[in-house]
């Protein structure tokens, strides 16, 4: 079956603009959590949505905001893009109970001008 | 709420030889946890998980880690390490009730031919 497909895959945006990265997840599943990577902090979560509902929020901003839509399909916004949002964000799809692994897209790698 | 601690951010070794990648999880009634592996420029793949049962536990690619109730631990190993096996590791943790990983901050595995 198809995997976590997230697009589009290198994005380059200026400062103060915003930006919408969707993630497509495995087919019944219906969690969908997002991720920010970066070298200095490495992997840090974002947010999780399940049927549609954010279910879990990490420590970001209210500049990051996502949704999710009734086939599980997710997207994220960042509004007004700083430099330090450049990353490599990744969507990763699950069942959505506790034990279920995480299966992760390749990423989106945004880098702010 | 639960830490992850990978001890080495970076672990160099000849290939064909063994190796370990170590990880400390704090302390929980219940625990799950997984190692990952990120290739460059690409998402994370679960290389094994422990959910319960026998503390060995085995996994893709010849990796195999042990769950240690009473040292927090569950190590990554190998007996003989390729070329191919140059990328970065992640071990992460879930405890009960929790729907979000907490994941360590890698460790990039080198090998040198």
């Given at each position: 079956k198809a995997g976590v497909t997230q697009t589009p895959r290198y994005l380059i945006k200026t400062r103060g603009q915003q930006v919408t990265l969707s993630c497509s997840p495995i087919s019944g599943h219906r969690s969908v959590s997002w991720y920010q990577q970066t070298p200095g902090q490495g992997l840090q979560f974002l947010f999780e949505y399940f049927s549609e509902t954010q279910r879990n929020k990490g420590n970001?901003?209210?500049r990051f905001s996502g949704r999710q839509f009734s086939n599980s399909r997710s997207e994220m916004n960042v509004s007004t893009?700083?430099?330090?949002?450049?990353a490599l964000y990744l969507c990763a799809s699950s069942?959505?109970?506790?034990t279920t692994e995480a299966f992760f897209g390749q990423g989106t790698r945004l880098t702010v001008v | 709420a639960q830490s992850v601690t990978q001890l080495d951010s970076q672990v160099p070794v000849f290939e064909e030889a063994p190796v370990e990648l170590r990880c400390n999880y704090s302390s929980s009634v219940s625990v799950y946890l997984f190692w990952y592996v990120q290739y460059p420029n690409q998402g994370l793949q679960l290389l094994l998980k422990y959910l319960?049962?026998?503390?060995l536990v085995k996994g893709i690619n010849g990796f195999e880690a042990e769950f240690n109730k009473s040292q927090t631990s569950f190590h990554l190993r190998k007996p003989s390490v390729h070329i191919s096996d140059t990328a970065e590791y992640f071990c992460a943790a879930l405890s009960g009730g929790s729907y979000i990983p907490t994941f360590g901050r890698g460790t990039s595995l080198i090998v040198h031919p």
């Open positions: 970001f901003p209210g893009l700083e430099l330090g949002d450049s069942l959505g109970s506790g | 319960s049962g026998s503390t």
